[in-house]
């Protein structure tokens, strides 16, 4: 059994040695001293319950400073039982014996998430609101402040469905970097008429929507193209438009501040997805200039921003007279947080005018 074992822990040791450039194909590698020297020794003679194995990973996570060391534990013991949490699994199952194949695979995935790789790719899964993805790296990780901005769009499509007006449209949705798909595919479940297109400029990304869309069972009612918002722009209005709304989640981080992320990010997260320039504004202005090309009449952008990026986004469409915001949509959960714009396309006699909500 260790003997299988061991070489199977070498295979995820060989996977994280230091290397400079940081990413090679779907592989994000640890710069961090070999992980082999802190894995902790293979039980030989008793073999671990659920929860014994719970509290012996939680250690070792805290004593390697890996972030929310128990919950990374809960989920990964979790996930090799066949459920979400240990809730889910029943208070009785926690005093049961791992078989030899759980103990093998707890030892093999727990070493991942030493390399201070994130739990849902150590899982290949999460779940985003009501979907359960697949995941894997480098695909941007949608974050819960993301389910709210899909609540934001679901509001407002429910209610123009209601009033007949998505009709012109064919009551279609384009967003622009679809990660893993987290955003279009929640808007396709929740409505059954809508349509969408969604775009990413990282191949692996592209893939991994498509292969959620087919899980899912939305391939017949989301396009999934490999473009770049910045450099296809003409392309992207040609093909896409028009649509009812612009949903985005962009990479919205000023170039400063990404030497002080977790190694949880720094290592494994693609930084494309993450970096929006000096003032993490590169990708935005692109999306806003778009947006008035893309819309129909009445049509809506909903971008996830930085709380710094609403004065900004105001002072430049200002200057840029293409779309014009009174106010950023506030997070409910963090109070006086701005992190979400909505943006209204308004045209009066042939001359495109934009307004806010």
């Known amino acids: 059994m260790w003997i299988r074992l061991r070489r199977r822990l070498n295979e995820v040791y060989n996977c994280f040695k230091p290397l400079k450039d940081g990413f090679i194909g779907h592989k994000w590698l640890c710069t961090s001293p070999c992980v082999a020297e ?43 039982l066949g ?19 759980q103990t093998e695979q707890t030892w093999e995935l727990c070493t991942r998430r030493l390399t201070r790789m994130p739990v849902q790719y150590v899982i290949e899964e999460w779940d985003f609101r009501d979907l359960t993805l697949k995941m894997r790296p480098p695909v941007f990780i949608p974050r819960p402040e993301t389910e709210e901005l899909v609540g934001l769009v679901l509001t407002d ?8 007006l998505s009709e012109e449209t064919s009551f279609r949705c384009l967003e622009v970097g679809c990660g893993s798909g987290a955003i279009s595919l929640s808007l396709l479940k929740s409505l059954p008429q809508l349509r969408a297109i969604a775009l990413d400029k990282n191949k692996d990304a592209v893939d991994l929507t498509r292969e959620n869309s087919h899980s899912l069972g939305f391939q017949d009612r989301l396009e999934v193209h490999h473009m770049d918002v910045m450099r296809d722009a003409n392309i992207i209005v040609s093909m896409c438009s028009p649509v009812s709304a612009l949903v985005s989640n962009p990479p919205y981080l000023f170039s400063e501040d990404m030497t002080s992320l ?10 494309a997805a993450l970096d929006g320039g000096k003032d993490g504004m590169q990708v935005i202005r692109h999306i806003l200039t778009l947006a008035p090309k893309l819309l129909s009449n009445d049509g809506r952008v909903y971008l996830e921003v930085d709380p710094r990026h609403p004065h900004l986004i105001q002072q430049w469409v200002e200057e840029s007279k293409c779309i014009n915001i009174e106010r950023p949509i506030h997070i409910l959960s963090v109070p006086y947080r701005p992190r979400f714009c909505i943006l209204q396309k308004k045209e009066y006699n042939g001359t495109l005018k934009t307004g806010a909500v």
């Open 83 to 101: 459920a979400k949490t240990l809730e889910g699994i029943g208070q009785d199952r926690l005093a049961e014996f791992l078989t030899q194949e």
């Open 157 to 164: 499509l429910q209610m123009k469905q209601g009033t007949g």
């Open 262 to 271: 977790e190694p949880e990010i720094l290592r494994f997260e693609d930084h």
């Open 38 to 80: 802190c894995v902790p020794a293979l039980p030989t003679a008793s073999r671990l319950t659920v929860e014994q194995a719970v509290k012996l990973w939680t250690g070792h996570f805290q004593q390697r400073g890996v972030s929310e060391p128990h919950l990374s534990s809960q989920y990964i013991i979790a996930h090799l």
